[in-house]
């Protein structure tokens, strides 16, 4: 069960607290975990790839996100969960429409960075360090950039390129784009 409200741009309150900064989590507790998993499910239900604690009005660094598996390539889905996450490497670029749960019924397109090294903390405090490239680099890096008060709104490639779609779309229609992007 899923029980927590995504805060979105439309409310003047909310959107303060999309735009504040993050504070660093000191110290990864089971509470930090069970909180990340409550994220996902509410991520899950709203048919999203990703989610950060400030768009569940928690300021503070870390994230959630899962790639959907991908049964045409024999692929799993790939979730994350990561504290206090840092881009410590990035390489080339790449451009692709991009939505986001705190904006809904809009995608736009951002250029992002192609490859990325990312280190942080697991959900059990570990410290992690992994490269990831493509799609999930950049749904990381939007992920990332929220932690910031950063939203894809602030990078688009052309203003004109931000689209409204059919609510609830905005993630299947960013996944066709990168899926299209892939052939
Ligand atoms: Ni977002």
């Given at each position: 069960m899923s029980d927590l409200e995504i805060l979105t741009v439309k409310d003047a309150q909310q959107l303060r607290v999309l735009r504040s900064r993050s504070r660093k989590v000191q110290g990864v507790t089971p509470k930090h975990a069970a909180f990340a998993q409550r994220m996902l499910e509410t991520m899950r239900d709203a048919v999203g790839v990703g989610l950060a604690a400030p768009q569940v009005?928690?300021?503070?660094r870390f994230f959630v996100a899962e790639i959907p598996a991908d049964e045409e390539d024999d692929q799993p889905a790939q979730t994350f969960i990561l504290f206090n996450p840092e881009i410590v490497k990035a390489q080339g670029e790449q451009i692709g429409y991009e939505g986001c749960l705190s904006i809904p019924g809009y995608i736009g397109e951002v250029a992002r960075r192609e490859r990325i090294t990312v280190k942080g903390l697991n959900e059990k405090g570990k410290p992690v360090r992994f490269k990831v490239e493509g799609y999930v680099a950049r749904v990381l890096q939007h992920e990332i950039d929220h932690l910031d008060g950063i939203l894809f709104t602030d990078k688009l490639t052309d203003p004109d390129t931000f689209q409204p779609v059919a609510v609830g779309q905005e993630e299947a229609a960013e996944l066709e784009a990168a899926m299209a992007e892939d052939r």
């Open positions: 009005g928690v300021l503070q």
